[in-house]
DNA sequence: CAGCGTTATGCCTTATATGATATAACTCCT
DNA sequence: AGGAGTTATATCATATAAGGCATAACGCTG
């Protein structure tokens, strides 16, 4: 047995952004492409979009600056509130994550507790 | 905006038990039936019974000592097994959420970071 | 001006989890 | 013996979320 956690930032109640939506914008800010993110996710452009879209809605900030048309057809890029709420999960989690183990082998490892 | 953390327990990679079934198991140690305390949290015996089956499998343990028939119908007790585990998440998860506070406060309210 | 590769989005299907319904079995009590 | 109140479980219904399908718009490029 052990224990996993998963975290998520939400407003009003709903799950606004998790592991899956950090991928997902590291994947664009990489491809330039939405459309490129998703295919290499393994998802189709109207799953990710729709992610996408929850959590612009979610949390009321835009994410994608994007193009369509012109050459190679457009492309999105993310935004600087995009880029500040994937920096701030990633310390947030990669945080919690050590303390977490650090926690389980406390609780768990001790003969007596 | 805020962080939440939904800490579980899990073996072989399927949920075993989480907030929901301690509150469970809680009450059944409270009641002395899985029928009642079903109805004091508001749900199904039938999906009550399911929740414990469930965890039951996933961790090869067994969590209640039920007898049927005789005076007042029945009832459910729990096992030392599922004793120690609720002591066990009940003690992690307090200690998790103390220090996700902790964090959300160190990475949030910093100027900067 | 047709084609290509994007973004954009409404509609409808489908997959999944959840719970309701129904039925059986058990044992004490009257 | 019958009733009460519980556990036990299979089957069926349903609510909800996730995503597929279809279609449109856009603008460079050849």
Known sequence: ????????????????FAEGRRMLLEAVDRLGSLNAAAKELGMSYRAAWGKIKATEKALGIKLLEVTTGGKGGGGATLTPDARELIRKFEKYTNRMNLLMEREFKNIFDKKKS
């Open 1 to 16: 047995m052990n224990v996993k956690c998963k975290i998520w930032f939400e407003k009003n109640g709903g799950v606004a």
